[in-house]
């Protein structure tokens, strides 16, 4: 079956940075988009990006230009997440979600998701 | 970006009750939107998406509707398992998510 099987929870300084891993299997994993949503205690979900099977394509939010990178080690079937210069506001549970589809161009709706990684930012 | 405004927050029924839940957006998303269910401790459940269709293994119970800026998911009749939060999301123009509605015990 479908697993998305991520990092442990991580606790960073402010300014610091954290590299979230997402771990696939039951599928193949070069025929699937991979997103990353975030949601903070007691709020709605927030999307951060997007990367495309092979890894070589990524878009992300507006909101996070410049300090989020995604990347794909597709010999371990695995995503990773990066986020610069963190902040309080940045304190959330982190998860990446498969998209719907098997294709070049994804659907962006989000089918599987991971169990989930929080991250907390406190000095 | 997008605006998806839910309503109503919260939302009290007892089993077995219709539950019809409100999602609004603040330009067309023509039929790009989808609606998940989260209860506590664990990721969203894709249950419907573009508007009206159900995603695999979700019972038919659970439909959808609405096209431009005004949809509606709806629970036929709620089962102890429906109790959770609803989110509304679109795909239109990059993704963005509502701020959620809460299904709770009566």
């Known amino acids: 079956q479908v697993q998305l099987v991520q990092s442990g929870a991580e606790v960073k300084k402010p300014g610091a940075s954290v590299k979230v891993s997402c771990k696939a299997s039951g599928y193949t994993f070069t025929n699937y988009h991979m997103h990353w949503v975030r949601q903070a205690p007691g709020q709605g979900p927030e999307w951060l990006g997007i990367i495309n099977p092979s890894g070589d394509v990524t878009t992300y939010a507006q909101k996070f230009q410049g300090r989020i990178t995604v990347t794909t080690d597709t010999s371990t079937s695995t995503v990773y997440m990066e986020l610069s210069s963190l902040t309080s506001e940045d304190t959330a549970f982190y998860y990446c979600a498969r998209d719907i589809v098997s294709n070049r161009m994804p659907l962006n709706y989000l089918d599987r998701w991971g169990q989930g990684t929080l991250v907390t930012v406190s000095s | 970006e997008i605006v998806l405004t839910q309503s109503p927050a919260t939302l009290s029924l007892s089993p077995g009750e219709r539950a019809t839940l409100s999602c609004r957006a603040s330009q067309s998303v023509s039929n790009y939107l989808a609606w998940y269910q989260q209860k506590p401790g664990q990721a969203p459940r894709l249950l419907i998406f573009d508007a009206s269709y159900r995603a695999t293994g979700i019972p038919a119970r659970f439909s959808g509707s609405g096209s431009g800026t005004d949809f509606t998911l709806t629970i036929s009749s709620v089962e102890p398992e429906d109790f959770a939060v609803y989110y509304c999301?679109?795909?239109?123009?990059?993704?963005?998510f509502g701020g959620g509605t809460k299904v709770e015990i009566k």
């Open positions: 999301q679109q795909r239109s123009k990059f993704l963005t």
